[in-house]
């Protein structure tokens, strides 16, 4: 059984994003459509989270699931009209692909393997002036489905006249991924090639990074660069990676980072932290900014361990020299003496049992660790 968190007890407005277009990075996750009569907005928002992916992003905005054969499961969905007169909404689901880096929903109701094995419990919602409705979408996965993950698209439309003879669309919608296969899911993993150093024809500084999804899952990527003067110690940054990047496994594409600061040429180090999801890499890479419009030589990327991991080991490391120190400060003390009872003629050594030469133990007294044997 899947279990499911009502998105609003996360006290989050996950919306979905825009099918085919990059949210915006300042604002919230959500789709917002503007009305017929230009005077208010529709939203459509995915209400059910499962409790497996709570701590996912991605699974807040988006239908994400790994499902066995066989299996069926149920998400809400809520739409909101703000504007100051009734709507109509027709719902549907749609096929949709992952292209050049892109999510692509198909215009019109386009069918594929996905859709055909998804349902809406209302397709016509009447949605009252500043109010909300609510359909559920039912996605049942044959017991013969091979595995492999689908795309899709749930799809909110509202018509209406704007002039003679003109009818006006409006639609919003939220992305399904979905991947068949066993008990565990594909994992999702991906890797960065190499980073270059560019300027447009405004002379603005532009890192891109090649990206290439070697997992069994797809990306929705974002992350931030970081800049380091290799000689020196200027550092720029964070800079944000342009949204909107989505990447099917096996896919390769380019991500983005406009350097909004004025910088030199370099060279410099670049560091670039990227994420899907849960799932986050650090890369980085010494780049070279052109002195002109144009662009550098790409740079191989080299991953960078995390900072956490370093942090940890480096701790560990730190409480095992502070742990040495007072032991060998004891030990010496303790050779000094028998030094002195041997000159004074006086047994220097205790009978040892086999156990005590074999296993030495360390014992705390008082906060001072005595090494017996």
Same mark, same amino acid.
């Given at each position: 059984?899947?279990?499911?968190?009502?998105? *609003?007890?996360?006290?989050?407005?996950?919306?979905?994003?825009?099918?085919?277009?990059?949210?915006?990075?300042?604002?919230?996750?959500?789709?917002?459509? @503007?009305?017929?009569?230009?005077?208010? *907005?529709?939203?459509?928002?995915?209400?059910?989270?499962? &409790?497996?992916?709570?701590?996912?992003?991605?699974?807040?905005? =988006?239908?994400?699931?790994? /499902?066995?054969?066989?299996?069926?499961?149920?998400?809400?969905?809520?739409?909101?009209?703000?504007?100051?007169?009734?709507?109509?909404?027709?719902?549907? +689901?749609?096929?949709?692909?992952?292209?050049?880096?892109?999510?692509?929903? #198909?215009? !019109?109701? %386009?069918?594929?393997?996905?859709?055909?094995?998804?349902?809406?419990?209302?397709?016509?919602?009447?949605?009252?002036?500043?109010?909300?409705?609510?359909?559920?979408?039912?996605?049942?996965?044959?017991?013969?489905?091979?595995?492999?993950?689908? =795309?899709?698209?749930?799809?909110?439309?509202?018509?209406?006249?704007?002039?003679?003879?003109? $009818?006006?669309?409006?639609?919003? !919608?939220?992305? /399904?991924? /979905?991947?068949?296969?066993?008990?565990?899911?594909?994992?999702?993993?991906?890797?960065?090639?190499?980073?270059?150093? @560019?300027?447009?024809?405004?002379?603005?500084?532009?890192?891109?990074?090649?990206?290439?999804?070697?997992?069994?899952?797809?990306?929705?990527?974002?992350?931030?660069?970081? /800049?380091?003067?290799?000689?020196?110690?200027?550092?720029?940054?964070?800079?944000?990676?342009?949204?909107?990047?989505?990447?099917? +496994?096996?896919?390769?594409?380019?991500? $983005?980072?406009?350097?909004?600061?004025?910088?030199?040429?370099?060279?410099?180090?670049?560091?670039?932290?990227?994420?899907?999801?849960? =799932?986050?890499?650090?890369?980085?890479?010494?780049?070279?900014?052109?002195?002109?419009?144009?662009?550098?030589?790409?740079?191989? &990327? %080299?991953?960078? #361990?995390?900072?956490?991991?370093?942090?940890? =080991?480096?701790?560990?490391?730190?409480?095992?020299?502070?742990?040495?120190?007072?032991?060998?400060?004891?030990?010496?003390?303790?050779?000094?003496?028998?030094? *002195?009872?041997?000159?004074?003629?006086?047994?220097?050594?205790?009978?040892?049992?086999? &156990?005590?030469?074999?296993?030495? *133990?360390?014992?705390?007294?008082?906060?001072?660790?005595?090494?017996?044997?």
């Amino acid at each position: 059984m899947h279990k499911y968190i009502p998105a *609003s007890a996360l006290c989050l407005l996950a919306f979905a994003g825009t099918i085919g277009a990059p949210p915006s990075a300042a604002a919230a996750p959500r789709v917002a459509t @503007e009305g017929t009569d230009g005077r208010g *907005s529709f939203f459509v928002r995915l209400v059910d989270v499962p &409790a497996s992916l709570v701590d996912d992003t991605r699974a807040r905005q =988006y239908i994400i699931d790994d /499902l066995r054969p066989g299996t069926t499961i149920h998400r809400r969905v809520e739409v909101a009209n703000t504007s100051d007169e009734p709507a109509r909404v027709t719902m549907y +689901p749609s096929a949709a692909s992952i292209r050049h880096g892109s999510f692509i929903g #198909a215009f !019109g109701r %386009h069918k594929n393997e996905l859709t055909s094995w998804t349902s809406l419990d209302r397709k016509r919602l009447k949605v009252p002036a500043h109010s909300t409705a609510r359909t559920s979408v039912t996605i049942r996965v044959p017991s013969d489905a091979a595995p492999g993950e689908r =795309y899709g698209v749930v799809r909110a439309q509202v018509s209406g006249g704007h002039g003679p003879g003109v $009818t006006l669309v409006n639609r919003a !919608g939220i992305r /399904l991924y /979905l991947s068949v296969g066993g008990h565990n899911p594909p994992p999702t993993k991906f890797k960065v090639d190499t980073m270059t150093a @560019e300027r447009d024809r405004l002379g603005r500084a532009v890192v891109k990074a090649h990206v290439h999804n070697t997992g069994g899952r797809a990306l929705d990527l974002s992350g931030t660069l970081d /800049l380091a003067k290799v000689t020196g110690s200027i550092n720029a940054g964070p800079y944000p990676v342009q949204l909107g990047t989505t990447l099917a +496994p096996g896919q390769p594409e380019t991500v $983005t980072m406009l350097v909004t600061d004025q910088v030199a040429d370099g060279p410099w180090k670049a560091t670039l932290h990227l994420k899907s999801g849960l =799932y986050e890499e650090t890369y980085s890479a010494r780049i070279t900014f052109p002195r002109h419009s144009g662009q550098g030589r790409p740079a191989r &990327a %080299h991953a960078v #361990a995390d900072g956490r991991s370093l942090a940890f =080991y480096g701790g560990a490391t730190g409480l095992v020299l502070a742990g040495a120190i007072p032991v060998a400060l004891l030990l010496r003390r303790r050779r000094r003496h028998q030094r *002195s009872r041997e000159e004074a003629g006086r047994p220097t050594h205790r009978m040892r049992s086999a &156990a005590d030469v074999k296993r030495p *133990s360390i014992l705390m007294d008082r906060g001072s660790f005595y090494w017996w044997g």
